[in-house]
């Protein structure tokens, strides 16, 4: 079946640092992808997402491109700051039109001043 | 605008009762998922509901139920609770039914203890 494999965090930064979490899927057909951020105590966020082979998502300095070559959506911030500390959440959505989300196990991110 | 509103925000319940989590949707939407969060793993997709009938279910056993209302406001009901039913459950409001194309918005969720 459809799946998301995050890589593993923690992942540890130090402010203005390169951020990249690396996720691939696993999917039958052509699903859009997505990654949510979930801050502490809080619900799940839309960061940003990509509906088709080759889109860009982008939002708040955060770039990931759905590749289908290689079934991967990575995420990627030029320069990490203290407030983007949160746990990151690639996600897929089926072919079925269920709403179904299929989420990967989440990557937490620290950011150090 | 109000986002999605849950209820309650934190539950303790002890094993064998039941219980009922409510979601109020973006207003306007139509759409409702419920999703079950174990700590330190990502959502797993329990129910979809769009215009009150049942659009899609996750592997969750029967003593899941849920519901919409007219109003599209929505009930999580769980029968029997067991300890491993502690976590997040969050519910997400769409436009369309096509919100695994469109994007979720989630709710802070309810935070359930089975004690």
Known sequence: GDSVTQMEGPVTLSEEAFLTINCTYTATGYPSLFWYVQYPGEGLQLLLKATKAD????????????????????????SVQVSDSAVYFCALSGSSNTGKLIFGQGTTLQVKP | DAGVTQSPTHLIKTRGQ?????????????????????????PQFIFQYYEKEERGRGNFPDRFSARQFPNYSSELNVNALLLGDSALYLCASS???????YGYTFGSGTRLTVV
Not at chain 1, 59 to 72: D, I, L, P, Q, V
Not at chain 2, 24 to 31: F, Q, V
Not at chain 2, 95 to 101: D, E, I, Y
């Open chain 2, 95 to 101: 436009s369309l039914t096509g919100g695994g194309f």
């Open chain 1, 55 to 78: 889109d860009k998502g982008s939002n708040k300095g955060f770039e990931a491109t759905y590749r289908k070559e290689t079934t991967s959506f990575h995420l990627e911030k030029g």
């Open chain 2, 18 to 42: 039941h219980v009922t989590l409510r979601c109020s949707p973006i207003s306007g939407h139509k759409s409702v998922s419920w999703y079950q969060q174990v700590l330190g793993q990502g």
